[in-house]
């Protein structure tokens, strides 16, 4: 059976984050980029499966401009087998919505057949939450969101997803879609043998055109502006000082 | 106390890690205590050179630990603490806190904000249980030549400070006069706040004359914020204060696309001054070389008061003596520096960290000499540990696992390289370690892809002091040897201390420096004589030097000769005799009294 898995490209999550002077959009020139954090967690599953036997193949794609290579990379470099890469380079005004990354995933997983696409929950970047629903949507699969634990059998997945009440544990006929929870696992790190290896693995670069999906968005992003900042506070030397403030500036007492 | 009645000598005294800079809090007390604030040196320098700026909660967590067995209990609870915030378990830093509130520093807005949950955990760990020190600990002689503190001399200096910069309660005198590592106590009795170059210039010049010792002491007693810094931004030079706080103005250039010349793990709290006085190195030594080299001026205040104007901020000046680098290193006993002009090189946008593991320490030389080579231009870090300081650190310190699989190497080597194309110098790495791992140098190795994954491989380096003061006592060596010889010293040391204790070697071999750590359940006498004189006699036969970043402070004041040879010593006499004729800078520090 075949994983495939989705990655995407995003600024560093220990990056601070800038907007740009034109306001336009986040600053990622010269800002590291690094893979999504929870793609990285959905590509350690995908190999862990792969290496209890329970998969074949794993294949890495991407949707985005020609530097998200490296994000493949270092997938491969993880362990996958081989990569796919939408080349795509959308204008800040017009980002990709997950629902034309979800046709695209659709468009992939027809083309590949995978018996399981796993996802990160969401992209911490714009923390939208919906590429996987989505593509599960669009493939009428099962889906199995914020995975904490995922068994795979020859028919069947059985996830686990921690729920406010608890552990929910669902169980899903392949093909289906998972997107993945931080505490799924811990994802490995790239070995120099395995970047070595990573070297001579296959890239497909492919256009949404190629694929046949419509990119055209009906939203525009207007403007990014930064959130404001928060006043200084004062340190008061007293109790009454406090109730004083309270009562007669913050008119909450 | 009042002022009348206090009578007893002065003398200063210095404190925590900065030794000397310029919101220097004059500590002026009886003298007659063996004490110093030696300790600190020890752990200054470990902050400074061992720990990064990438983690500042390792190095909280890391000064935190280093007072662990001080306080009753083992009551710190927060783990990763900020490095103010450690200082709860101390009392220096609750004098700290407590002198504060007039005369707030501009910089170091943490400080304020969290003082509350740092007094109220200074509170709880207020009882001291003292380590049995003695053994390490020097003992010095009161300078009978020294005057004694009399209620003019407080009048004097209340007319320069006003009321708030002179401190003579006893309560705020006396948590100053512990040491970080509580190795040093003294008693002393008034604490002076000056705020401006011409208020040190008065108290020099008038402690000169009723020859008053003074020590300044810089770091973490923050009551000059400093001014805000001067930029030169077309040739990147910073002017400032001497109390200016290191991460503040590390994140001052930032801002303006450029970084400070070192980096350290006591950043948070460390003052430019006290890092130039005691010739700090730290992380980015490998790559920006010492303070020597960054420093263009500085403002000097004399011992006699006169003001010293090098504050020029020239690359290249040729005219007579460079009198600046007499102040570099020179650890307060020439002068008190005051305002500084710093060259600080571009911010490069592209990190790449690599975690490698090599077979044996000759492999680690020659991958050092291939990374020279090789990554050239972009090498930023060049870091060993042995197997010993890695399975240390795996079991001691939380959240920390060992990378590459667990196979017995015996050394690892961290490199890092700081570039301006993040592509152009992966690749680069990349190529290097593929063709050092096929010419065996590199037995296993991983390379970060991302800054979380790069934050714990230095995360494993850095945290190896924190854990090391886990196991009990620790007796730590600070010393510069030809890269060769190295690790020699740590091999001869473990067959010297047996099943005593345990050796750990790492350090930063880029710059041929080993931190020699002998891990032991507890400070012993027996212990230290399978350690010392070896260790220095050693390293003065490999022609090394005893302290390589750390400063020889009181600790290592009579161990100089092991590094220098005696005529160069006599010649050290003669410039301190000729700078501070009446030896009131820094007493018993830096120099053997038996030549001043």
């Not at chain 1, 995407?8 to 220990?14: F, G, I, L, P, Q």
């Not at chain 1, 990622?28 to 893979?35: H, L």
């Amino acid at each position: 059976m075949k994983i495939l898995v989705a990655v995407k490209r995003v600024v560093d999550y220990a990056v601070k984050v800038r907007v740009r002077p034109d306001r336009t959009g986040v600053e990622t020139a010269s800002v590291k980029m690094s893979m999504n954090p929870f793609c990285e967690i959905a590509v350690e599953e995908a190999l862990r499966l792969r290496e209890a036997g329970a998969a074949s193949e794993v294949v890495a794609a991407t949707v985005g401009p020609a530097q998200s290579a490296d994000t493949l990379r270092t997938a491969l470099a993880m362990g996958a087998d081989r990569a796919v890469h939408v080349l795509h380079d959308p204008k800040p005004s017009h980002p990709l919505l997950p629902l034309t990354v979800a046709k695209i995933l659709r468009a992939l997983a027809l083309q590949e057949n995978p018996g399981l696409v796993i996802l990160g929950k969401q992209a911490i970047d714009d923390d939208c939450n919906q590429t996987g629903q989505m593509l599960a949507g669009l493939l009428n699969w099962p889906q199995g969101t914020f995975a904490s634990k995922v068994i795979l059998d020859k028919e069947k997945a059985t996830v686990e997803r921690e729920v406010d009440g608890g552990i929910e544990t669902i169980c899903l006929d392949l093909p289906a879609v998972i997107t993945t929870d931080l505490r799924l696992n811990q994802p490995r790190y790239a070995t120099l043998p395995n970047i070595m290896k990573a070297k001579s693995k296959v890239i497909k670069k492919v256009t949404p055109e190629d694929l046949n999906v419509d990119i055209r968005s009906d939203m525009e992003v207007v403007e990014v502006t930064e959130p404001s900042k928060r006043k200084a506070g004062v340190i008061l030397s007293s109790v009454d000082e406090l109730i004083d403030k309270l009562r007669n500036e913050a008119r909450v007492l | 106390m009042p002022a009348g009645q206090c009578t007893k000598p002065v003398r200063l005294f210095s404190l925590l890690h900065g030794s000397l800079s310029l919101p220097p809090s004059f500590h002026l007390h009886e003298g007659q205590r063996r004490r110093a604030a030696r300790a600190l040196s020890s752990l200054r320098g470990r902050a400074n050179s061992e720990t990064s700026g990438m983690a500042r909660r390792a190095a909280a967590g890391l000064l935190r630990r280093h007072l662990g067995p001080l306080a009753a209990g083992e009551t710190l609870q927060a783990r990763g603490m900020y490095p103010t915030q450690y200082g709860a378990a101390n009392h220096a830093f609750s004098r700290f806190y407590s002198i504060q509130g007039p005369q707030r520093p501009l910089y170091g807005f943490r400080t304020n904000v969290e003082t509350d949950d740092t007094q109220q955990s200074a509170h709880m760990n207020f009882e001291v249980q003292k380590r049995s020190f003695s053994c390490a600990a020097a003992h010095v002689q009161r300078n009978p030549a020294y005057s004694v503190l009399n209620s003019d001399d407080v009048s004097y200096f209340k007319s320069i400070l006003g009321e708030s910069g002179v401190v003579q309660d006893e309560d705020r005198v006396a948590v100053s006069n512990v040491d970080w590592m509580g190795k040093y106590k003294g008693s002393s009795q008034l604490l002076l706040l000056p705020k401006s170059t011409a208020e040190v210039s008065k108290i020099l010049s008038y402690c000169n004359s009723r020859r008053l010792a003074v020590v300044p002491q810089g770091g973490n007693t923050g009551l000059v914020g400093g001014s805000v810094p001067v930029y030169d931004e077309v040739n990147g030079i910073l002017t400032c204060e001497a109390g200016c706080v290191l991460e503040n103005l590390s994140s001052f250039v930032e801002n303006k696309g450029f970084i400070m010349p070192l980096d350290l793990g006591a950043k948070g709290s460390c003052h430019i001054g006290g890092n130039i006085s005691t010739n700090a190195g730290g992380l980015r030594f490998i790559r920006y070389g010492s303070l020597h080299g960054s420093v263009l001026g500085l403002e000097v205040v004399l011992s006699d008061g006169t003001v010293l104007d090098m504050l020029t901020t020239l690359r290249k000046d040729n005219t007579g003596y460079d009198l600046k680098h007499l102040f570099i290193g020179s650890e307060g006993s020439l002068g008190i520096v005051t305002k500084v002009a710093i060259l600080t090189p571009a911010k490069l946008p592209s990190t790449n960290v690599a975690f490698l593991s090599c077979n044996d320490y000759i492999s680690c030389q020659k991958l050092l000499l291939a990374a020279r080579r090789c990554l050239g231009e972009i090498l930023s870090a060049f870091e060993f540990m042995d197997r010993h300081c890695i399975n240390l650190a795996m079991k001691y310190l939380e959240g920390v696992h060992n990378p590459l699989p667990a196979s017995p190497y015996n050394f690892y080597v961290l490199i890092e390289t700081t570039g301006s194309d993040e592509s152009y110098d992966k690749a680069k790495l990349e190529a290097f370690l593929l063709r050092s791992m096929e010419d065996g140098l590199v037995a296993d190795g991983v390379i970060a892809q991302d800054i979380s994954q790069a934050s714990n491989f230095w995360r494993i380096r850095e945290g190896i002091s924190e854990a090391s003061v886990k196991v009990g006592a620790v007796y730590k060596y600070d010393l510069s040897i030809p890269v060769e010889k190295l690790y020699d010293i740590v091999e001869e040391m473990r067959n010297r201390v047996g099943d005593m204790g345990q050796v750990l070697g790492y350090g930063h071999l880029g710059d041929g420096n080993l931190h020699l750590n002998i891990l032991s359940t507890k400070y012993s006498d027996k212990m230290l004589a399978q350690i010392e004189p070896f260790v220095y006699e050693w390293t003065s036969k490999q022609r090394g030097s005893i302290s390589a970043e750390h400063g020889l402070g009181l600790m290592k004041a009579e161990k100089i000769h092991y590094s220098k040879s005696s005529e160069a010593v006599q010649l050290m006499a003669s410039i301190k005799k000729l700078l501070d004729p009446n030896s009131i800078l820094n007493p018993y520090k830096v120099l053997p009294q038996s030549v001043l």
